[in-house]
């Protein structure tokens, strides 16, 4: 079975460019999370959606920070305008409900 | 709130064992375990839920003292593949599935 699918694994951009990442979930898991891992903070939950609705969106940093999931199978978090300190690795996951959460392989994302 | 997770650090030899806690301040729902390797993800190892159940996998298992808010991961006689960093995760909210990650224990094992 495939796992979690996350794209791009890696994206350099310039500050105040768009940036959007990709993310789709285990089938079947109707749990989506995004989540931050930086060495300052650790992993930080960004926003989960359960059956496709976004459930706690409090971890959003800003307003620059969007999070969409039109089906089952998608998800996309865009940063608008990004900057240098959300540079970070930003991880998709899925679960069944209450389940344990399993991760894909992460975007790491470089704003200069 | 962020669970709390004790050592930050350990460096053992192969064949020894470890305990890693972590510490809620919240009342505690659940309690998730991962491992993460340098450069990957983190993988789920295990869950435990409210009734201060203890489980296994393979030779790593692990306690949830519900009424003392905290969990903690046993790993016997370490094996050098159990190298990485240890998170829990935890649920404060009952069936909410957002969770709170600690800091991270990492772990290093020697031959």
């Known amino acids: 079975d495939a796992g979690v699918i ?8 310039e500050m105040g460019q768009e940036v959007t990442l990709r993310c789709k979930p285990i089938s079947g898991h109707n749990s989506l999370f995004w989540y931050r891992q930086t060495m300052m903070r650790g992993l930080e939950l960004l926003i989960y959606f359960n059956n496709n609705v976004p459930i706690d969106d409090s971890g959003m940093p800003e ?4 999070a969409k999931m039109p089906n089952a199978s998608f998800s996309t978090l865009k940063i608008q305008p990004s900057e240098p300190r959300d540079s970070a690795v930003y991880f998709c996951a899925s679960s069944l409900p ?15 | 709130q962020q669970p709390v997770q004790s050592p930050q650090a350990v460096i053992l030899r192969e064949g020894e064992d470890a305990v890693i806690n972590c510490s809620s301040s919240k ?3 659940s309690v998730h375990w991962y491992r993460q390797k340098h ?9 435990l839920l409210k009734g201060g159940e203890q ?16 969990s903690s991961l046993y790993l016997t006689a370490s094996q050098l593949s159990y190298s990485g960093t240890y998170f829990c995760g935890t649920d404060n909210l009952g069936g909410a599935d957002g969770l709170t990650f600690g800091k991270g224990t990492h772990l290093i094992i020697q031959p």
């Open chain 1, 6 to 13: 996350q794209s791009p694994r890696h994206e350099v951009t």
């Open chain 1, 63 to 66: 307003d620059r920070f969007s």
């Open chain 1, 98 to 112: 209450g389940g344990g959460k399993f991760f894909g392989p992460g975007t790491r994302l470089t704003v200069l």
């Open chain 2, 27 to 29: 009342a505690l729902y």
């Open chain 2, 39 to 47: 450069g990957e993800a983190p993988v789920f190892l295990m869950i």
């Open chain 2, 55 to 70: 489980k296994g996998h393979d030779k790593i298992s692990a306690s949830f003292n519900e009424k003392k808010q905290q």
